[in-house]
Nanobody
């Protein structure tokens, strides 16, 4: 089982930047894919960005060139994934969720979500 804790959401003006963090209870080398999803009011949850254990990244067309997903080492055990969000737009307003699929079972694990509000 993987526990995920997100942080970094908030209110920002259009054109601004935010960085979301997701700390996993398990080392990232044990997780096949880590991703960020978002859900805006009245809309379905959608994939924003993902990164595989091999480092392959994937982005939604709407965020390409503006968002960057990355992992970082801490105490020699990689367990955090970040989402750097630049040039934010009002349409980026949503609750952002961290997702992890461990190698051992590929089940979906979710964080509690963090709210991002972009004002125009």
């Amino acid at each position: 089982q993987v526990q995920l804790v997100e942080s970094g959401g908030g209110l920002v003006q259009a054109g601004g930047s935010l960085r979301l963090s997701c700390a996993a209870s398990n080392p990232i080398f044990s997780i096949a894919v880590m991703a960020w999803y978002r859900q805006a009011p009245g809309k379905q949850r959608e994939l924003v960005a993902s990164v595989t254990i091999s480092g392959t990244t994937n982005y939604a067309d709407s965020v390409k060139g503006r968002f960057t997903i990355s992992t970082i080492s801490r105490d020699n055990t990689k367990n955090t994934v970040y989402l750097q969000m630049n040039s934010l737009k009002p349409e980026d307003t949503a609750v952002y969720y961290c997702n992890a699929r461990p190698i051992i079972d590929l089940a979906n694990y979710w964080g509690q979500g963090t709210q991002v509000i972009v004002s125009s």
